[in-house]
């Protein structure tokens, strides 16, 4: 029994009656005067692939991000379920989901799409195959990688994804071993712990930027990032995003970095869940933030030379859909 596919809500049908339905289901709902709001106007199209120890509760969830995505994004989601192998065979199985949506007007609505296949790890080789009849043409083709192993990708997966435009995941729960693929492209893997953390960056890189690079490089010795064990995909995302925009600094001004230490650190178990960062200098200035968990803004504390400065800006985290809108465009 595959759990994920059966977790997925949708109408189950066989595989080649999947286009079929789908196709008179919006001939048939659609008036003409429908038609012309253009509710159904796909733009993209939205792969999801499961790995086999995705746990159901996870599928849903993830289920209920893509639809709320596809709301404000029209888009043709598709989503990959796997089962282990057994020794009897074991046919694909699908499913088909479609809801529409109410907006604040009259004439405001949206309408969802959802195609769910349920296949054994041993007939991933007619994946390709499914995709490429399943996906809405002349659009362009974006993933979302959870819980899938490296080697299942590049054995099974590659040549599916190397059409993609962007390929998401979570290094929260897959950590960074798809950097391991040789991507040919590989600005197309983002990650969702990095697009949670885009309105924190914002407002830090807006308080910086009232600084001098010059200043910011000068006499540098550290940048730590310290959070709590729940935490850490985020925290190791900031730090590189802080190293990037530092060299970047560094690289105007001349001010060598090759003594800087740039560090992660873990906080005992025993503080609150929070981020925090420390820039430290051998001339005595400082930089640092530091947010906590329930909180929706950072606080900043700043002295270069004689001028001292505490700040409270914005950094609370995207939510879901929006996390996965600024991973796939942005």
């Not at 086999?52 to 029209?74: C, D, G």
Request: charged share 20%; with cysteine.
């Amino acid at each position: 029994m595959n759990k994920l596919f059966n977790k997925i809500p949708g109408v189950t049908m066989p595989v080649s009656e999947v286009r079929k339905q789908l196709a008179a289901m919006w001939r048939e709902e659609e008036s003409p005067r429908e038609k012309s709001l253009n509710a159904h106007a796909l733009q993209m199209n939205l792969v999801i692939h499961f790995g086999l120890v995705t746990s159901e509760e996870e599928a849903e969830s993830i289920f209920e991000v893509a639809i709320e995505f596809s709301q404000r994004y029209p888009c043709r989601i598709i989503v990959l379920c796997p089962e282990k192998p057994t020794d009897e065979e074991i046919g694909l199985d699908a499913k088909l989901f479609s809801q529409c949506y109410l907006g604040k007007g009259l004439n405001d609505r949206c309408c969802c799409e959802a195609l769910v296949l349920g296949y054994g790890t041993n007939e991933a080789i007619f994946l390709e195959h499914q995709l490429s009849v399943w996906l809405a043409s002349d659009l362009p083709v974006y993933h979302w990688l959870h819980r899938v192993p490296a080697e299942g990708i590049v054995r099974h997966y590659l040549d599916d994804l190397l059409k993609a435009r962007r390929i998401v995941f979570d290094s929260a729960i897959d950590g960074n071993h798809y950097n391991s693929i040789n991507w040919p492209r590989p600005e197309m893997l983002t990650d969702l712990a990095d697009a949670r953390t885009a309105r924190l960056r914002q407002s830090l890189g807006q308080f910086l930027a009232t600084f001098s690079p010059f200043a910011l490089v000068e006499n540098l010795c550290e940048v730590s990032v310290s959070t709590t064990s729940s935490r850490q995909a985020e925290a190791q995302r900031l730090l590189e995003w802080q190293q990037a925009k530092l060299r970047a600094c560094s690289q105007r001004t001349g001010v060598e970095l090759t003594d800087v230490v740039f560090r992660l650190a873990e906080l005992p178990g025993t503080n609150k869940d929070c981020l925090a960062s420390n820039w430290s200098y051998e001339n005595g200035n400082n930089f640092s933030w530091k947010i906590l968990s329930n909180d929706n803004h950072a606080q900043i504390h700043s002295r270069f030379g004689n001028q001292t400065c505490a700040h409270v800006v914005r950094g609370d985290p995207f939510p879901p859909t929006k996390a996965l809108s600024e991973a796939l465009f942005f």
